[in-house]
């Protein structure tokens, strides 16, 4: 068999895993990382952000400036790869023809790797960031909030926060009970990815459906709700002082993931899909990380 036409079968879920399951031994939460010291990571060049699953792999960095490249990018604009530096490898989806049928598309689970600018020597002026290509806030949190389409009824009262499905209601304690107006709306971010899985919006089983507590569809619903939770922070400029970090918490999790290799993955797609409706956005072919929805989903690298 010919070794150039053979291409090495590489599982990209378990790459994800493997480093997620890595940064949690390390005492590192990827999905709590007070991500506006450096902005939510995008493109340097077409200013894209990245999505899903690899905001985790990226945030995780703690780099200054979230901005990446591509090696073929940094090439085209003149620069190069400081000696040493080692890239970041990210997921995305690419759909082709059917080659046995050409009416049906098959899905591709691709990777490659991008560089930090500060990884990076020789890029010209004007692409190098500035104190203003630091993400800024771009919607404040009570706006967020507000302006969820179709939300669900949000009461106040009590000491717990908790999303009924029933119901489809929110219930949160006072504002003046938690120490900062952060922490209301941290709490609240994280209640309202819940109600996203309601029939009405996107309509995910592990809320429609009734799960056991503690199970992996239990645990898979929770970890949605916190990624959605920070995603949404780090998009309204809240900053986290406290963050989780104990040994039980990161068990918890090290545990579930060395259960199942999809589910980081399918936890971010589906944060990612709760925050696009919460903020009422639309997600376009070309960004699309709602792997798991995928039947037909194969894993190739390039």
């Given amino acids: ?45 077409t200013k894209r952000p990245y999505k899903g699953v690899n905001i985790l792999l990226l945030n995780s960095l703690s780099f200054e400036h979230n901005l990446f490249l591509t090696f073929k990018q940094i090439k085209t604009i003149g620069g190069s790869v400081i000696k040493g530096e080692k890239g970041q490898f990210i997921v995305f989806t690419k759909m082709v023809d059917d080659k046995d049928d050409p009416s049906k598309k ?22 190098l960031p500035t104190e203003n290509s630091i993400c800024e806030k771009v919607s404040s949190f009570e706006v967020v909030a507000e302006n969820m389409p179709n939300p669900p009824k949000i009461t106040v009262g009590g000491k717990e926060a908790f999303y009924s499905p029933s119901e ?48 992996q569809q239990y645990s898979l619903e929770e970890l949605v709700a916190e990624i959605g939770s920070c995603y949404l922070k780090s998009y ?6 406290e963050i989780i970090n104990s040994v039980s918490y990161i068990q918890h999790w090290l545990e579930k993931l060395k259960n199942d290799k999809k589910f980081i993955i399918h936890a971010a797609s589906r944060a990612q899909r709760a925050v696009e409706y919460i903020l009422d956005e639309k997600q376009t072919e070309s960004q699309n990380t709602d792997y798991e929805n995928q039947p037909e989903l194969e894993e190739e690298s390039f």
């Fill in 168 to 215: 489809d209601r929110v219930n949160m304690p006072a504002i003046k009970s938690f120490k900062k107006a952060e922490a209301y709306y941290s709490v609240l971010f994280h209640e309202l990815v819940h109600s996203t899985g309601h029939q009405s919006r996107l309509n995910r089983k592990e809320v429609t459906e009734k799960i056991v507590f503690g199970s």
């Fill in 106 to 127: 098959r899905y591709f689970l691709r990777f490659y790797k991008v560089f930090n600018v500060s990884q990076c020597t020789g890029l010209p002026i004007e692409f």
């Fill in 1 to 45: 068999m010919d070794n150039q036409n053979q291409k090495e079968h590489i599982d990209v879920y378990a790459m994800v895993t493997n480093r997620i399951i890595e940064l949690l031994a390390q005492g590192t939460i990827p999905w709590q990382q007070p991500w506006t010291t450096s902005g939510q990571p995008r493109n340097l060049i």
């Fill in 236 to 241: 309204t400029g809240i900053f986290e002082s």
